[in-house]
């Protein structure tokens, strides 16, 4: 009966902590670029690749009040606001699997490839080394030859 009454927060745990780890800093002494204090990625308009996705669901999950405290806070910026969910690009292929997976191969079949033999034959002869132009010598000469 208690946890009926505890607020639940609509935000993941992760989104927030990601928003406090991923942090600018500048390379070379202070003049160099901009890098991602935590994953070391370059910092671009809402930071890094991992800090954006972080944005990009907290927009979508946080309150008015969770978004007015984070932006007075510094966590976020007026940019990542405007974050909206990733459509597909417009000429790229559909992934051949829905959840991004690769399709495992098939097995090969006599029409579409090479079967493998085994051979029980001892005297069976070795193969020629292809970098070589003489002959190979024959090892079971005098049996059965």
């Known amino acids: 009966m208690a946890f009926l009454s505890l607020p639940r927060d609509p935000v ?3 989104v927030k902590i990601d928003l406090q780890l991923h942090q600018p800093y500048r390379t070379l002494l202070g003049f160099g670029r901009l890098r991602c204090d935590w994953c070391g990625e370059k910092w671009g308009r809402h930071g890094c690749p991992s ?7 907290f927009t979508y999950t946080a309150s ?7 932006l007075l806070a510094g966590e976020i910026t ?10 597909p690009v ?9 959840t991004g997976r ?20 001892s005297h069976a ?4 080394d292809r970098n070589s132009d003489r002959p190979t010598p ?3 000469a005098g049996v059965g030859a």
């Open 125 to 128: 002869r070795p193969r020629p």
């Open 12 to 14: 993941p745990a992760w």
């Open 78 to 87: 007026p940019a990542d606001l405007k974050l909206r969910p990733r459509r």
């Open 102 to 121: 690769h399709r495992r191969r098939p097995r090969p079949t006599p029409e579409t490839g090479p079967s493998l033999v085994l051979t029980s034959h």
């Open 64 to 70: 008015r009040a969770q978004k007015e405290a984070a």
């Open 90 to 98: 417009p000429n790229r292929p559909a992934p051949a699997h829905p």
């Open 138 to 140: 024959r090892r079971f």
């Open 51 to 57: 800090r954006e996705s972080a944005a990009r669901l």
